[in-house]
């Protein structure tokens, strides 16, 4: 069953999210980039109200910012997110750098923190490169897009290359989440592709990604992807 993945810029944008029903709620500031980062205080003080939610609460995860693929630097980023208590850490694959090296450089995190590859749809995805996630011992892997303004997921990837990232990345036995300016009309498409997660910010927000979180919004998107369960 395909889960709801909500990325939020604030406390009270969090706390909308949980009771909108989101799976996942994730922390990104859109206004820093494609995986823009919550300083370190402010993942703290998340994780403190995460850990204070009473009853069923949802996953919580974080971005890294959008670093470039040097191990050093990308170790570092990572080891700090991780340290707010944050339990799921999410990091861009980025064109420019060593990729394998980072993924090496993280083995010893992923033992001790869930970590999510992000690889971009709007960037010519080396997908070759998950056989390498999944032996660096990370837990998922995501398709997004890093140029919010020139469209969505689909208007990069097709069907097909949507559907051979999943089952492939499944096969590795990887988490899987496609996002990148999602729409509600992308919901049935997408959810039909079987990932594990579906993820939204502009969707959720008045005025677009950087705009507000729109509580109505939330629940439509909610809505809508248990519609297309029980159609599927």
């Not at 974080?62 to 670093?67: H, L, P, S, V, Y």
């Not at 996630?133 to 990837?157: E, I």
Request: aromatic share 6%; with cysteine; charged share 20%.
């Amino acid at each position: 069953m395909t889960g709801f993945l909500a990325s939020v810029a604030s406390l009270d944008e969090m706390e909308a999210a949980r009771l909108g029903g989101a799976d996942i709620v994730d922390l990104k500031e859109p206004a820093r980039g494609a995986l823009g980062a919550w300083s370190h205080d402010d993942l703290r003080r998340a994780v403190a109200a995460w850990t204070a939610w009473r009853g069923p609460r949802p996953l919580l995860s974080a971005t890294i910012g959008d670093q470039p693929m040097t191990p050093g630097i990308v170790r570092e980023a990572a080891e700090a997110v991780a340290s707010t208590g944050v339990p799921i850490v999410k990091l861009g694959v980025f064109a420019d750098g060593d990729p394998l090296a980072c993924f090496a450089a993280l083995e010893p995190l992923a033992a001790r923190r869930r970590l999510i590859a992000v690889f971009f749809g709007d960037l010519a995805p080396d997908l070759a490169l998950l056989e390498h996630v999944a032996a660096a011992g990370f837990h998922g892997a995501m398709l997004d897009t890093a140029d919010k303004a020139a469209g969505g997921l689909r208007r990069h990837l097709g069907q097909p290359e949507l559907s051979a990232f999943v089952n492939r990345a499944r096969t590795l036995g990887l988490l899987t989440g496609l996002a990148g300016s999602l729409t509600i009309e992308d919901i049935a498409p997408l959810a039909s592709l079987g990932p594990d997660y579906l993820g939204f910010r502009g969707a959720l927000c008045v005025g677009g990604r950087t705009g507000r979180v729109d509580p109505a919004a939330i629940r439509n998107v909610r809505a809508t992807l248990e519609e297309s369960r029980r159609a599927a």
